[in-house]
């Protein structure tokens, strides 16, 4: 099943902040920002993108490896294409844009989740996957100075 995925939100912080955040996103801090991240290991670095083995846990607590390539255009957007895994084959691209003191993410995506045949399900996954990084950058965000 594809999903397209269309959606934004805004962190009360300024751009610059916000990528610096992004910046902190790194195999040894991944687990402090993201708690549902159990892992993750850099395996591929080339021409801007990363690629990273990640230990990723689900809303059903079951741990599943994936594997994904980060590519980044500081400070203005980061695309993710998700390599293997339950969503393998899906991808999305946050674009950062300042608005004064304050940050918007427009987010576009195409989510594939394996074995899911109908749309409200799928769905879901895209909302929970989005929301939840959202949700997790938000709190991290109020620890930073």
Do not use: C
């Not at 040894?28 to 021409?47: A, L, Y």
């Not at 689900?58 to 993710?80: A, C, E, Y």
Request: no cysteine; proline share 6%; charged share 25%.
């Amino acid at each position: 099943m594809v999903r397209y995925y269309s959606d934004d939100g805004v962190h009360d912080v300024p751009r610059d902040k916000l990528w610096k955040l992004i910046e902190a996103h790194s195999d040894t801090n991944i687990s402090k920002i993201h708690p549902d991240f159990v892992s993750m290991r850099t395996i591929e670095e080339h021409g801007g993108s990363v690629t990273k083995e990640i230990q990723i846990r689900g809303p059903d607590g079951k741990v599943s490896p994936m594997r994904m390539r980060f590519t980044v255009k500081p400070p203005h957007n980061q695309t993710l294409a998700i390599l293997s895994g339950p969503y393998a084959g899906s991808w999305s691209s946050n674009t950062y844009v300042p608005e004064g003191s304050r940050t918007r993410i427009v987010t576009s995506a195409e989510w594939k989740v394996q074995g899911v045949t109908d749309e409200a399900t799928a769905l879901k996954h895209a909302n929970d996957f989005h929301d939840g990084g959202f949700e997790a950058d938000a709190t991290y965000l109020k620890t930073m100075r």
